[in-house]
């Protein structure tokens, strides 16, 4: 990388702040442990035939029937915390992940191609957006899930069909303001094709603003997607995420048996806060007229 380089330049701002430089760390080293579950984790929580109902609500530290400690303890169904949350974070990961990008992609799609359209069909389509905005991001997740039913593939779908308002209104925004530059009118003067100018020109100057974006809609689709485990209508039972952990020792806390739930929230809230802050130093980066 030259140190000359909008990147390194981009790289040599993050670094002084230590406290997203931690956050970065954070994020790294979860995804890191999520990636390499099947060869940290003591166990396969998704192999029903390796888990025995005599290990079941172990106290952490426990040494169980298979003859390994469970660091975290068990849940109810005798999987151990340590490996299923590893598990889980993969899960909650994948699902963000892939849900944030195809919602990005929709999102930013439409929101470009109405701010260069213009007349009615931009005003249908920001219509069609306002009205998604006005309901709330979990309203619409928790009934497209209900809808569609558990499972991967459905969930995604509904992760995203609920976040890609957010990216389309953004790149309306940023791609208005694009619209009416000099270099824009100059590209369109000149025999290039309308796509050429819209992705090789428009798009590229509305990235800054959608990265922020996409940086809270990553954190905030794994945050839906957990709240939708937890209340029954995101993945099915075989394939834990951390909100259907956290759900399986909810009925446990009153009777003392606190680390079912406790221990696969905290992971989700170390993961959830540690992007948000990554996502809070790259907004300030990107528009500095919000530096503190």
């Not at 390194?8 to 994020?27: D, G, I, Q, T």
């Not at 993969?90 to 992609?105: D, H, K, Y």
């Not at 009777?255 to 809230?269: D, E, H, K, T």
Request: glycine share 8%; net charge positive.
């Amino acid at each position: 990388m030259r140190q000359d380089s909008p990147a390194a330049r981009f790289w040599a701002e993050f670094r002084e702040s230590k406290v997203a430089v931690a956050a970065l760390a954070v994020v790294v080293a979860m995804v890191g442990v999520a990636l390499l579950a099947p060869l940290i984790a003591p166990q396969d929580p998704y192999d029903l035939a390796k888990l025995a109902l005599m290990d079941a609500r172990r106290p952490p530290g426990t040494v169980g029937s298979a003859g390994y400690v469970h660091w975290l303890g068990t849940d109810a169904q005798g999987r151990d915390l340590f490996s299923a949350i590893l598990y889980g974070l993969r899960i909650s990961l994948q699902m963000g992940l892939v849900a944030g990008g195809i919602a990005f992609i929709v999102g930013v799609g439409l929101g470009i191609c109405a701010a260069y359209l213009g007349g009615r069909r931009e005003a249908f389509i920001m219509r069609v957006v306002d009205l998604q905005l006005a309901f709330p991001a979990i309203l619409l997740a928790l009934v497209l899930s209900a809808l569609l039913g558990q499972g991967k593939a459905q969930l995604i779908a509904a992760l995203a069909a609920a976040q890609y308002a957010y990216f389309a209104r953004t790149a309306h925004g940023a791609a208005s303001a694009e619209r009416g530059k000099d270099y824009v009118e100059a590209a369109l003067s000149t025999p290039l094709p309308a796509r050429q100018v819209v992705w090789r020109h428009i798009l590229p100057n509305c990235l800054p603003p959608l990265i922020v974006v996409a940086t809270v809609q990553v954190a905030n689709a794994i945050a839906l997607e957990a709240t939708l485990s937890f209340l029954g209508v995101g993945l099915p039972v075989t394939e834990p995420s951390l909100g259907a952990l956290i759900a399986n020792g909810f009925q446990y806390m009153l009777s003392g048996r606190y680390w079912i739930s406790i221990y696969p929230g905290l992971a989700l809230i170390v993961l959830i806060v540690a992007i948000n802050l990554v996502g809070d130093q790259v907004r300030d980066q990107v528009n500095p007229r919000l530096k503190r």
